[in-house]
């Protein structure tokens, strides 16, 4: 079991910017890849950010690529989602998960249904 706790959101205006953080704890060496995902109410969750935490391999979906940047901090095993340039379509509520695969792509490695271990999510809201 990977237990995953998100924290950093918040309230923000167009322009600004927000850095998520991530929290992982229990059998993480039961993962090897750490991702960002969103949802907003009646829509699918959207994968953003994915990272594989040996290699240091990122993917990004094109709908954040250039603006958002995830990273880590092995030795407390952190994952963080810095978020620039936010855009009021940047709301939603934000989740951290983790899970085993080796994907050479952003399409296969930002799939919900390749991640075992969701936290609880953190909400974002960009007003204009």
């Known amino acids: 079991q990977v237990q995953l706790v998100e924290s950093g959101g918040g309230s923000v205006q167009a322009g600004g910017s927000l850095r998520l953080s991530c929290l992982a704890s229990?059998?993480?060496?039961?993962?090897?890849?750490m991702a960002w995902f969103r949802q907003t109410p009646g829509k699918e969750r959207e994968g953003l950010a994915a990272?594989?935490?040996?290699?240091?391999?990122?993917f990004y979906a094109d709908s954040v690529k250039g603006r958002f940047t995830i990273s880590q901090d092995k030795a407390k095993n952190m994952v963080y989602l810095q978020m620039n340039s936010l855009k009021p379509e940047d709301t939603a509520m934000y989740y951290c998960?983790?899970?085993?695969?080796?994907?050479?792509?952003?399409?296969?490695?930002?799939?919900?249904?390749?991640?075992?271990?969701w936290g609880q999510g953190t909400q974002v809201t960009v007003s204009s």
């Open positions: 229990g059998d993480t060496y039961s993962s090897n890849c």
């Open positions: 998960a983790s899970g085993w695969h080796n994907y050479p792509n952003a399409r296969e490695a930002l799939g919900a249904y390749e991640y075992n271990y």
């Open positions: 990272l594989y935490t040996e290699s240091g391999r990122t």
